[in-house]
């Protein structure tokens, strides 16, 4: 079967809800083929298939700790609330529920500080996202000035939110002659997978931060 037709069969079964995982979990699905399809057509199939099946693994994982939640029942309370620990956590790996709906989760769960951080980096990855999509709305100088307090308070980003989070950031510091703003930002994007014309283009942005 080509990809075309595998996703548009499993475009069809989402709509018609044939294939039951819940629809947040095969959005999850139908996503990973769309990758897939849409790598496959650059020569990087391989590549997405690992994706794919790394994100198959993790969603098997998350539907056996569900299973093992509704077997407990009202029982084995302390161990029902280690497993909802673990599968909160596996569902915001997979980002599968609303940023609202986990912190209001992991209040009820009293998670730890540890938990609670990643909770909370989850949420704001979240708001970066809403931010991105309101660019055109608010003029991407406006964004850039946004997203730079964030930077500046210590906030960090999700790993996909990460590259925008830091080139806005390094963007506004160029703009606005902030060389410390501007080394945090570019040394974030240093560690990130950067082709090398992009690199150049950074370094002349670090170096007009700093007024040179």
Same mark, same amino acid.
């Given at each position: ?60 994982? #998350?539907?056996?700790?569900?299973? %093992? +939640?509704?077997?407990?029942? =009202?029982? @084995? $309370?302390?161990?029902? &609330? ?6 909160? #956590?596996?569902?915001?790996?997979? %980002? +599968?529920?609303?940023?609202? =709906?986990? @912190? $209001?989760?992991?209040? &009820? ?104």
């Amino acid at each position: 079967m080509g990809w075309n037709s595998l996703y548009y069969r499993g475009n069809l079964a989402y709509r018609n809800k044939t294939i039951c995982l819940g629809t947040s979990s095969f959005c999850l699905v139908r996503r990973s083929l769309f990758i897939l399809q849409s790598c496959s057509s650059f020569g990087n199939g391989i590549i997405c298939f690992c994706i794919c099946l790394v994100s198959r693994v993790k969603l098997q994982g #998350l539907m056996d700790v569900r299973t %093992q +939640i509704a077997a407990l029942g =009202d029982g @084995k $309370k302390e161990e029902k &609330a280690k497993l909802e620990r673990s599968l909160l #956590l596996a569902e915001i790996d997979l %980002q +599968i529920p609303k940023a609202e =709906d986990a @912190k $209001k989760r992991a209040e &009820a769960l009293g998670l730890g500080k540890d938990d609670m951080a990643i909770v909370d980096r989850y949420a704001f990855g979240a708001e970066l996202r809403a931010l991105r999509g309101k660019t055109r709305e608010l003029g991407a100088d406006a964004v850039a000035a946004q997203v730079a307090e964030m930077a500046k308070a210590g906030k960090l980003p999700t790993k996909d939110t990460e590259a925008w989070f830091w080139q806005m950031s390094l963007t506004y510091a160029a703009k606005n002659a902030d060389g410390e703003l501007g080394q945090k930002a570019f040394d974030a994007l240093s560690k990130l997978s950067i082709p090398e014309p992009m690199k150049k283009r950074l370094e002349a942005m670090l170096d007009q931060s700093k007024g040179k």
